[in-house]
């Protein structure tokens, strides 16, 4: 189990009214996670203009999530607001990811994906990403979504790509289908570095407060 408390990322955010209303009640998020990848929940540029002024700068971190992005499409999010992490779900190289670190002056977070029902108990397709990435995410891939699927993966898999973030002191999150009835369980059994969730605090949809205040508790084992 990490030493530390795990990290909350509530991803898939789209209004500003909802991150006001988190910051208003001090639940304990540490990440704001907003899209930017074609999704139901991608974020327009004129809105994320607002939005991210809606985040104070400090305790809160800013990620936003891409797939395969061009270098157009960054420096455009990065023109109309900063994000302090980008996440990148796609196919993108290690030397892609050294550059997106360097031009923007972020953190990296590299997404690995792992299939409902599938095994990929070997992590070492993460030995090119050594000294690059900030954060390893793993998350349930379809063939059809990159993530977001609201899926869980088997989380037999985490093991191996936990002992090689341990070792390099990578911190190593976890997404797909986690929800307030099994994020302890997962926490207690493997012991991720934080936890990554949408659509398991909506209702119909739309980001539920009582949902989220619900998934700290458990997380934070109160």
């Known amino acids: 189990m990490s030493m530390h408390q795990p990290l909350i990322k509530i991803c898939g955010l789209t209004d500003a009214r909802t991150i006001d209303r988190i910051i208003e009640r001090q639940l304990e998020v540490d990440w704001f996670g907003f899209v930017f990848a074609p999704s139901k929940r991608q974020m327009p540029i004129a809105e994320w203009k607002i939005i991210s002024k809606a985040v104070p700068a400090g305790k809160q971190k800013k990620a936003g999530v891409f797939v395969n992005p061009t270098r157009n ?108 009835s099994n994020v302890a369980e997962l926490l207690q059994k493997f012991g991720p570095d934080g936890v990554d969730i949408s659509s398991g605090v909506e209702t119909e949809g739309v980001k539920d407060l009582q949902k989220i205040a619900g998934f700290i508790e458990r997380v934070r084992g109160r």
Not at 77 to 87: K, P
Not at 146 to 152: I, N, V
Request: glycine share 10%; with cysteine.
């Open 73 to 180: 499409e960054l420096d455009e999010v990065f023109s109309a607001g900063e994000l302090d992490i980008v996440q990148l779900h796609g196919t993108e190289t290690a030397a892609f990811c050294k550059t997106v670190k360097h031009r923007y002056s972020c953190k990296v977070m590299k997404v690995f994906g792992i299939p409902v029902g599938g095994q990929d108990t070997e992590a070492f397709e993460l030995d090119p990403y050594e000294g690059v990435v900030d954060y390893v995410l793993l998350d349930t891939i379809t063939k059809k979504q990159a993530g977001g699927t609201g899926k869980a993966f088997d989380w037999d898999n985490i093991p191996p790509y936990l002992a090689w973030c341990r070792a390099r002191n990578v911190p190593l999150l976890v997404a797909g289908g986690i929800n307030e």
